[in-house]
């Protein structure tokens, strides 16, 4: 390995600019600017994002290498998201690292946004061996991926409609909770009861997930309830919470068990912007206490998006010299692989 491996790695799939440093696989900076126009519109405007990425994007990169105490001529490589993501997005990050890439004359790493988010796991210790389960939860995927090394992972269940967490912030919605709900509804459930409302279970063949039930059982439960009782929502806004977070917890982790029960893995871990939420945190502890399971869950910081993921993608792929070269074009689409 070389001496002074550094990589720059760029983040920007969806509203969040993001600028990483990483040398010898330590990561030194992660910096995030965070788009705040978004909320007035109750959910992310492409349009918008686009903008503000090309608004943060050099203060954010000069700020990470600062951090980190090098400069553009330390970097011996340059790392970007190349998608799943928002097209417009991506392409500021994706044409950010080319003309960056092609000024000092040193390689790109493209990197796969999901396979990112699972690699946040090699941060910090303590860090999980192979093989190992990933439940992957986003406002975008839902996913169980077989992690067989860094760079070779397997899909083995995944949502066949909505995700996760756009369930939490569609419920949100409904419940006139600002965005992003998502983190609203879990603050009102640790004060509610799970079991004062009863939400259906999706079944779903083998691994595969489906959130779109839940959220029309939502729709309906709350249109007979506030017809019944205008002020219903407002009087019982925790345990609705409470019991809808339940329920969508509850359906990740039956899965999650089955499959740990079939491919025999003894150790789990927890993925992006969902595995913020701390109902989940708590039930997957509990699943693992009781199953002699080992559990990983990465700082708050690296599971929503993040550029030190990224950079911690991309040293895997530098040590296998997996570069692209200035062909390479961003993928709203990319599936994990």
Known sequence: MLQNQVILAIESSCDETSASVIINGEVKSNIVSTQVIHEKYGGVVPELASRAHQQH??????????QAKVTKNDVAAVAFTRGPGLLGSLLVGTSFAKSFALALNIPLIEVNHMQAHILAHFIDEPKPQFPFICLTVSGGHTQLVLVKSPLKMEIIGETKDDAVGEAFDKAAKMLGLPYPGGPMIDKYASEGNPEAFEFPISEMPGFSYSFSGIKTALLYFLQKRVNEDPDFIDNNMADICASFQQTLITMLLQKLR?????????QIAIAGGVAVNSGLRNEIQKLAEKEDLEVFIPQFQ?????????AMAAHFK???NEFTDQKVSAMPRYALH
């Open 57 to 66: 994007i050099l203060p954010v990169v000069e700020t990470a290498l600062k």
């Open 258 to 266: 089955k499959a740990t029960r079939q491919y025999k893995v003894k």
């Open 302 to 310: 690296y599971c929503t998006d993040n550029a030190a993921m990224i």
């Open 318 to 320: 530098y040590l296998e």
